[in-house]
């Protein structure tokens, strides 16, 4: 008899950092009239009962089913994010992982749904870039493979994603550059048409 498919129930959405390549918040700058952060929020929202979001609590994001955490120690890398996060991720199903800075995280999950029914028999299913490399902040995951990654782990300040995660065993699934894109810096902001709130034009992103 066939698995039944774990229903999504959780998503863990990467919120910390200090942004120092773009010079300013990268994730309030707006694309389409949102931020990147609340259209991350977005994007999992029909699909999961709780999003937890792993970094300081922002006015520029609202959902009912949001909830921040604050990773330890502050500013203590996405590893620690991830962590912190879990304390507050039911401890069944499944778990969409996600990078807060992503351009089209509506592909992502998108991409990684149509596909979640592999993870009947995986750790994960994550997107795979155009070199071959997982992409580990988009992905789906059973949540008892992160909290037992977590577990190996003796410090998570500055840990490195793939060191939390290199030894599980996901699906991957290739993605097109444009699915896998993020807003890092200024010129990644241009590129994509992100500004700050109220700007006019793409010359507002950066240091001022």
Do not use: N
């Amino acid at each position: 008899m066939a698995t039944q498919p774990l229903a999504p129930t959780s998503a863990i959405i990467l919120g910390g950092g200090r942004s120092s390549r773009m010079g300013t918040d990268k994730l309030g700058l707006h694309l389409g009239g949102r931020s990147l952060l609340q259209r991350a929020c977005d994007a999992v929202a029909p699909h999961v009962t709780r999003i937890v979001v792993a970094g300081p609590e922002r006015a520029d994001v609202a959902g009912p089913t949001v909830e921040f955490v604050v990773e330890d120690p502050p500013f203590g890398g996405p590893v620690a994010g991830i962590v912190a996060a879990l304390g507050s991720v039911p401890g069944e199903g499944r778990c969409f992982l996600l990078a807060g800075d992503l351009a089209a995280p509506d592909e992502v999950v998108a991409t990684l749904l149509a596909h979640a029914t592999e993870l009947d028999a995986s750790d994960a299913v994550v997107l795979e870039d155009a070199d071959g490399w997982p992409q580990f902040l988009a992905g789906l995951y059973r949540t008892e493979s992160l909290r037992r990654a977590a577990s190996k782990l003796e410090s998570v300040r500055d840990a490195s994603v793939r060191r939390l995660l290199g030894a599980l065993d996901p699906v991957r699934v290739p993605a097109p550059a444009r699915t896998l894109a993020d807003i890092d810096t200024p010129e990644d902001a241009e590129r994509r048409g992100a500004t700050r709130p109220g700007a006019s034009g793409k010359h507002e992103c950066g240091p001022q």
